[in-house]
């Protein structure tokens, strides 16, 4: 840290550590960037990392995991925010009218895979966990019964009250085919609402389009869930208004009989999963409990998370790790060696179960939309470096050119990421972003 602090190029590491908003874990690039003139080839600009403190450029991460970069998370979270919001909303190419368009907020669910520790609550009481006066005793031998009243940070929520009794398997078998369920969900949706109106789905089509967009959550048991936000649309997507006939009641219903008749099987095992009973669906309106900015923080929030609340690691496990050494929870271990153990069946292989061990089986994207619903990430990035560039051209620190007569050649290579510890104490100094603790206490 003295080291860093003494270096005649403090001002400018400070500068680019300042630029990636604090990311945790920036990328150190090596290379430059040249504009020539199209018509005589004349060099007009160079950019090179030569004359940069330790001669790289220091990039963000971009990571959306908060568990690993919380900086470069935030702004993937603010960025899901202004996509969900604006498909509510109006506003980045969607226009303000798609707010009067029916809209549901849809949460689906996982089946049962044993009695685990709950916390419940009643009128702002919390409730024994599973309470049972005559509570069964299972095979080996723990009574399935729970009267502890657990706070909202207690460890053992989520764990199963009897370990062996709990279907592992079936949990981790899920989480695989997750996504499978949930894209014949969205046809079914479709099938269904165009039945009730007396239409083809093709038909369906000229006068209505369905639009959703969607993320994954991990319940502490080590499942997931999907909350969606689904909303109904004219055949021209957000710009145009879907047919009178096509209402939120209507959309609800047929979000009911598609959750309840979806099935997807595991043929080499021989398992069917569909969604758990607990199906919630509510409408958002602009004035109402659920407002479009509670759904988009909602949705934008589980956007940066994955796995980390079960107890297990966020980074790949190898197949030759040793499952006991590893600092994560016992239920998490056990879910890692059900991946590890059904990924060894050359009938699973397409699962990828230990490729996503740490993961506890799930491979899909955590937020996904439909093509229409709104904005994109992408879009939201190119109108941040657009605004970033257009600074820097108006700092005098990037020339102005004539994008059309004007070649860029530029030429990168990966050198390295990370900061060293008395970095990462600078860096938390500059930016104000709080270092991840170790050992259990705060740095």
Known sequence: MISR??????????????????????????????H???????????????????????????????SRCPSCAEVYRADTYQLIRAGLVGGKGVPETVSAHPCLFVTLTAPSFGVVHVRREKNGEVLPCHARRDAETCPHGHVMSCTTRHSADDPRLGEPLCPDCYDYDGSVLFNAISPELWRRFTLALRRRFA??????????????????????EYQRRGVVHFHAVIRLDGPDGPHSPPAGWATADALAQAVDHAAAVVTAEIKPLSRTFRWGTQLDVRRITMDGDLTEQAVAAYIAKYATKAAECVGTLDRRVRPLDDLTALPIREHARRLIAACMRLGN?????DLRLIHWAHMLGFRGHFSTKSRHYSTTLGELRAAREEHMR????????????????VLVVAHWQYAGRGLSLGEQFLAAALTGVRLPSVGGAPQ
């Open 195 to 216: 039945k009730l109106n007396g239409l083809t789905v093709k038909a369906m089509r000229e006068h209505v389009s369905i639009a959703f967009a969607k993320v994954a």
């Open 36 to 66: 020539y003139d199209r018509a005589t080839g004349q060099l007009l600009h160079r950019y090179s990392t030569i004359h940069e403190p330790d001669g790289v450029l220091r990039v963000p991460c971009k990571t959306r995991r908060a």
């Open 390 to 405: 257009t600074e820097e051209i108006t700092t005098g620190r990037l020339p102005l050119f004539d994008e059309d007569t």
């Open 345 to 349: 069946d050359p009938g699973l292989a």
């Open 5 to 34: 602090l003494h270096d005649p190029n403090y001002d400018r590491w400070a500068c680019q550590i300042k630029r990636t908003g604090g990311c945790r874990q920036p990328i150190h690039l090596r290379g430059k960037v040249e």
